[in-house]
């Protein structure tokens, strides 16, 4: 921790042990969703699947006021139709998660599963798919 502007090594020691103690007191982390579970689908585009799942790589927690009591909106992000080939563990995407009233907090998302490359007829069955639901 950097602190300026204060008249002596131990104001600004005093001021840094100060600002830390209210971070630990005044705040919380609260866990939303736990490491590995299924967060949302993403459309892949010229693989052998359609779509692949995200899931957070680790757990997805916002920081708020102790006691909070107020809601939040969680939104996952991601540029889509991703491109095959997608491996297990790449960054496909990530949630943002705001709680009222305090700004969003970013968690990354990772593919849950391969989709390699696909040939012509992979990508005629997808599209049949996309165009049919069957």
Known sequence: MVI??????????????????????AWEGR?????GAKIGTIEVGK??????????AIPVRMTVPKGYAGGYRATLRSRSPLAAPVARGTRVAELVVTPEGLPPQTTPLLA???????????????GFYRLTGL
């Open 112 to 126: 849950a599963h391969d989709v390699a490359a696909g040939g012509w007829l992979d990508r005629a069955r997808i």
């Open 4 to 25: 300026a502007g204060m008249s002596s090594e131990k104001a600004r020691r005093d001021e840094a042990e100060r600002l830390m103690a209210w971070g630990f007191d």
């Open 31 to 35: 866990e939303i969703v736990p490491a």
């Open 47 to 56: 693989g052998t699947r359609p779509t692949l799942e995200a899931e957070a």
